[in-house]
């Protein structure tokens, strides 16, 4: 059974304060990952994508693939209370890539 | 644009009706997805359309049967449905070559009575 972990928190943080969100897979041979923020009775919007070894940043988010650890993690720089919401990782299969497991999930709250 | 739309936003219907979702984007995207999404659970994989044709189907009760009529439509027709079926139904697509980024719609909230 391909699994992704994520711890499901809530994980607290002060705002202006970092955030970071960590993820395991079980798939060696998974390919792409990807991050999606999850507001309550919304649906996934997706933030990052990431597909190689190493750091990619965008913005505030920095999102880090460590493939040999099986790892990838999401900072979030100078939090802000709106950053607070479920945050998903995702892992995509490498046949194919169409099949996506998500994480649980971790709940942020940022405080202010 | 990033946009997915689905319709209804909500639905009831009871356990004898017949119904169905839409979803619609217009971004080129040529692999489309239905999810469904259930309290505070990830979302889980449904149906997967590649180029119009069925790519993956997780085992999925035969109450729910997808329907791709072109590259930028999308429904899952509802039929006999049970109570347990009740959740947030995901619509989301995709470039469909080798970028896997989804792009999800807003849902449909549906309840079975």
């Not at chain 1, 928190?9 to 395991?24: D, F």
Request: with cysteine.
């Amino acid at each position: 059974q391909k699994e992704v972990e994520q711890n499901s928190g809530p994980l607290s943080v002060p705002e202006g304060a970092i955030a970071s969100l960590n993820c395991t897979y079980s798939d060696r041979g998974s390919q792409s990952f990807f991050w999606y923020r999850q507001y309550s009775g919304k649906s996934p919007e997706l933030i990052m994508f990431i597909y190689s070894n190493g750091d990619k940043e965008d913005g505030r988010f920095t999102a880090q693939l460590n493939k040999a650890s099986q790892y990838v993690s999401l900072l979030i720089r100078d939090s802000q209370p709106s950053d607070s919401a479920t945050y998903l990782c995702a892992v995509n299969e490498d046949t194919g890539g169409f099949k996506t497991i998500f994480g649980a999930g971790t709940r942020l709250f940022v405080k202010a | 644009d990033t946009e997915v739309t689905q319709t209804p936003k909500h639905l009831v219907m009871g356990m004898t009706n017949k119904k169905s979702l839409k979803c619609e984007q217009h971004m080129g995207h040529r692999a489309m997805y239905w999810y469904k999404q259930k309290a505070k659970k990830p979302p889980e994989l449904m149906f997967v359309y590649s180029y119009e044709k069925l790519s993956i189907n997780e085992s999925v009760p035969s109450r729910f049967s997808p329907e791709c009529p072109n590259s930028s439509l999308l429904n899952l027709h509802l039929h006999a449905l049970q109570p347990e079926d009740s959740a947030l139904y995901l619509c989301a697509s995709s470039r469909g070559d080798s970028s896997y980024e989804q792009y999800f719609g807003p849902g449909t909230r549906l309840t079975v009575t």
